[in-house]
């Protein structure tokens, strides 16, 4: 994944592997998942946990490898800045 943004001021760029998602969800304390849980309606609230996330995740790294340089986020504003998110 490819992060970029550009400003009058400045450039950031940010290059995330697609293969290290599994290890940021496990650093995501407990916490977030409670409050994520809190705000999801009945049904589907229990379905929120960080082992369930991480399962999806692998289960669409495939996926997400298939489709490199997809461009998931493009932002342009009237004073310049630039947003690009891709796969």
Known sequence: ?????RTKDMRFFLPVPVSM???VIRLIPAKVFEEMRVNTPEPYNSLITKENIIMISRECLDILKENKRLEIIHVEAADGTFVSIKL
């Open 1 to 5: 994944m490819r992060v970029k943004i």
């Open 21 to 23: 998602i599994g290890f």
